[in-house]
């Protein structure tokens, strides 16, 4: 909330500024449709990786992903991204092709 001084003709009144309210239900870095599939990942995650960090390639996360029902691996490897920051910490292992792996730090 912010407020501003407005001159009207006849006196000056300040006038308080709401900003718009996003949705409460956000999850990942981007609003998206698949939650279902976004909380059978999270709780595959949490599952999976007791001992942190690990390390965990691309090729695993995709197992993931088909363990959930989701068909295409690119889906599973653009939901786990969609994930970091929310339900998982670490960093990418990048090559010249994208990340080939995660060093995942903390689970929640």
């Known amino acids: 909330m912010f ?3 407005v001159s009207f003709p006849v ?3 300040t006038v308080l500024v709401f ?5 409460a239900i956000r999850e990942g870095r981007h609003r998206t449709p698949d939650r279902q599939q976004q909380i059978r990942m999270r709780e595959v995650l949490k599952d999976r990786f ?3 960090p ?3 390639p691309r090729s ?14 690119a889906e599973a490897a653009r939901l786990f991204d969609r994930l970091k920051g929310v339900s998982w ?3 990418y292992v990048r090559s010249d092709d994208g990340w080939v792996a ?7």
């Open 3 to 5: 407020c501003t001084t």
């Open 11 to 13: 006196e000056r009144q």
């Open 19 to 23: 900003p718009e309210r996003r949705s």
């Open 50 to 52: 007791e001992n942190i």
């Open 54 to 56: 690990v390390h965990v």
């Open 60 to 73: 695993e996360i995709e197992a993931l992903g088909a363990e959930i029902g989701l068909e295409d691996p």
């Open 89 to 91: 910490r670490g960093d």
């Open 102 to 108: 995660a060093w995942v730090r903390e689970v929640n």
